[in-house]
């Protein structure tokens, strides 16, 4: 790869995100996160950093909130300056978990409301159109840019409490569709990864989600959940100059749990 190729991944602090990060470090690719945490959860993230610092290469944090117009507007202006010359962004990850998890009806609980549609589609779809248009705007990409995001089965399959990420998740792949489409002319490729049901924070936010978890591995033929690490060997491989004729597809690392 290239010595002057920098990754940068929204929402890199855990997950797929943080496996990510490891695995495109690995490889040889400078490291951008950008993260949304607590200070109280700093100590533990700082060790997974100091994890991607070890393999030398360039890596730069910021903990601010991606999804803020004018934030992510300082933010691409810092990457500017920040970036050495002849540095470009060639990977980005986008690795946003942040949707609300309610019921459509319930006699006791709070459901869903029009707000809680929007901002969930605001964070895991729509944001994914406006970091690729702003970056695109600053000529920060690489000349043979992939961009790699993650849906998951919800996107077909009508799951309790995950309505309003299941809408997120088709907007997100129409969004991936469309931006392979429209900006091919300047060497983007665009794809999600559909993850099979993986241990992360995110996953444990779910209500209900160990009954998820026991169906999924029931499901799947490999008797085991899919790991981040799965799905960052799958990131890495879209990145190759191999893969550079996929775009606009929605690919499955699940090691046959949809199958079923």
């Known amino acids: ?11 890199g ?12 470090a690995s490889q040889g690719y400078h490291i951008i996160i950008v993260h949304r945490d ?3 959860n700093m100590d533990e993230i700082e060790t997974s950093f100091n994890e991607i ?7 730069r944090a910021l903990n601010a909130d991606a999804l803020n117009a004018e934030k992510r507007s300082v933010i691409i202006s810092d990457i500017e300056h920040q970036l050495p010359e002849g540095h470009k962004i060639k990977i980005l990850v986008h690795s946003v978990a942040k949707g ?14 029009d707000t809680d549609f929007r901002i969930t589609f605001d964070a895991m779809a729509l944001s994914l159109y406006d970091w690729t248009k702003a970056l695109v705007e600053s000529g ?3 000349s043979d840019t992939r961009i790699i995001s993650f849906t998951s089965e919800g ?17 997100l792949e129409a969004l991936t569709r469309s931006i392979a489409l429209e900006f091919a002319p300047i060497g983007i490729k665009a794809n999600c990864i559909q993850a099979g049901i993986t241990m992360t924070k995110s996953l444990s936010m779910i209500p ?22 799965d799905v960052a060997n799958a990131v890495y491989l879209l990145t190759t100059e191999e893969a550079k004729w996929i775009t606009g597809t929605v690919i499955k690392v699940d090691g046959g749990e949809s199958l079923i």
Do not use: C
Request: proline share 6%; net charge positive; no cysteine.
């Open 100 to 113: 609300t998890l309610k019921p459509m009806y319930s006699e006791n609980k709070p459901t869903l409301t």
């Open 53 to 59: 610092r070890a393999f030398g290469n360039q890596f």
């Open 155 to 171: 996107n077909t399959k009508a799951l309790p409490n995950y309505s309003a990420v299941s809408v997120a998740k088709v907007a």
């Open 208 to 229: 209900g989600y160990e009954q998820i978890k026991e169906n999924a591995l029931k499901r799947n033929p490999n008797n085991r959940l899919t790991t981040p690490e």
């Open 1 to 11: 790869m290239d010595a002057n190729h920098w990754a940068l991944i929204l929402g």
């Open 13 to 24: 602090s855990s997950g797929l995100g943080l496996a990510t990060a490891k695995k495109l």
């Open 140 to 142: 920060l990409f690489a």
């Open 38 to 40: 607590r200070r109280s």
